[in-house]
C-alpha cells in the first residue's frame, strides 16, 4: 500500500471516528429509574452531554486533528499521533468513568430533575440504572483513535510530503532587492514575482 493511500486512509477514518464521538455526545446514555419521593418509578434519560461531558470536546479534537495531519510535516505528524492516542485514551477513559457509576454519571441530570444535589443523593434516587449503546460506542471510538494515533505514528515517514503551498516562503538571497515597481514589471510580463 502507498504512502499516500496509508495517510488518506488514516485522516478519513480519524475523521468519521470523532464524528462517531461528537455524535455519542449528544445521545441519551443511561436511563434510569428513580425510587423515591414524587418521581419513584419514573423513567429518566441521561445524555452523553451530562454523562460524558468531555466527549464533545474530544471529538471536536479529534475532528481539528484529522485536518491537521492533512497538511502536517514529518516531525508534526507523530506530534499528532501522540494526540491522537491521547484523545483516544481520554475518550476511553470518560466513557469507563461514566459506565461504572451511572449514578454518579448522571448526578447533574438527577439534580435538575429532582431538584436533590449531590453524588450520594443520587445514589440513594436512583433504583435501577440502564445503560444504552452509546457509551460503548464511546468506548470503541477511543480505542479506535488510540490505534490510528499509533498507526499514524508508525507510519508516518512513509506519508508524502505536503504540497509546497504549506511551505513556509523561501528567503530571497541577501544581494537581491525586490521593489513595488520590479513587482509590477514581472506581473505585466506574465510572471509571478512571488518566486
Do not use: N
Not at 168 to 185: C, I, K, Q, R, Y
Amino acid at each position: 500500500m502507498t504512502g499516500r493511500r496509508i495517510k488518506s486512509i488514516l485522516i478519513v477514518v480519524t475523521l468519521a471516528v470523532s464524528g462517531c464521538a461528537l455524535l455519542t455526545w449528544t445521545q441519551p446514555w443511561f436511563s434510569l429509574v428513580l425510587t423515591q419521593g414524587t418521581h419513584a418509578g419514573t423513567d429518566v434519560d441521561v445524555p452523553g452531554e451530562a454523562a460524558g461531558p468531555a466527549v464533545a470536546a474530544l471529538g471536536l479534537a479529534g475532528l481539528a486533528l484529522g485536518g491537521a495531519l492533512a497538511i502536517a510535516g514529518r516531525m508534526l505528524r507523530v506530534v499528532f499521533g501522540v494526540l491522537e492516542v491521547l484523545i483516544g485514551g481520554s475518550l476511553i477513559a470518560s466513557a469507563i468513568v461514566a459506565v461504572s457509576d451511572p449514578a454518579a454519571a448522571s448526578s447533574k441530570t438527577i439534580t435538575e430533575f429532582t431538584g436533590v444535589a449531590g453524588d450520594s443523593a443520587s445514589h440513594d434516587l436512583v433504583a435501577q440504572s440502564f445503560a444504552t449503546a452509546w457509551p460503548y460506542v464511546s468506548l470503541a471510538a477511543g480505542i479506535i483513535l488510540a490505534v490510528l494515533g499509533i498507526a499514524v505514528i508508525v507510519t508516518s515517514r512513509r506519508w508524502p510530503a505536503s504540497g509546497r503551498k504549506f511551505d513556509a516562503p523561501a528567503a530571497e538571497p541577501s544581494g537581491a532587492t525586490h521593489d513595488a515597481v520590479d513587482s509590477w514589471d514581472e506581473l505585466s510580463r506574465g510572471e509571478d514575482p512571488t518566486r
